[in-house]
Nanobody, 118 residues
């Protein structure tokens, strides 16, 4: 069974911070350490977008709207990916998911809701 379990979301005021976690398990992720992983988000009325990516060698890329505010990291010993989100804005409100790049359709988790109030 393949699982991606996201956690850490919540309700925060603008300017606040959250740290999201994504734990990967199952046969697909037995090679977690060599997989590029990403955080995606899906806001109401918008398409899902890739927010941050971390490669197997820990190089990172970010969508322009979160550069300088979000930091993606990984702990291969724990098969876990993190997203540190600082200086949150109302437009960051969305359900956040993790997955590979390109995403494995059967592996989408439930996501974690992030709501930023103004």
């Amino acid at each position: 069974q393949v699982q991606l379990v996201e956690s850490g979301g919540g309700l925060v005021q603008a300017g606040g911070s959250l740290r999201l976690s994504c734990a990967a398990s199952g046969s697909t992720f037995s090679t977690f350490s060599i997989r590029g992983m990403a955080w995606y988000r899906h806001a109401p009325g918008k398409q899902r977008e890739l927010v941050a990516f971390i490669s197997s060698d820990r190089s990172t890329t970010y969508t322009d709207s979160v550069k300088g505010r979000f930091t993606i990291s990984r702990d291969n010993a724990k098969n876990t990916v993190y997203l540190q989100m600082n200086s949150l804005k109302p437009e960051d409100t969305a359900v956040y998911y993790c997955n590979c790049v390109p995403p494995i359709s059967a592996s989408w988790g439930q996501g974690t809701q992030v709501t930023v109030s103004s």
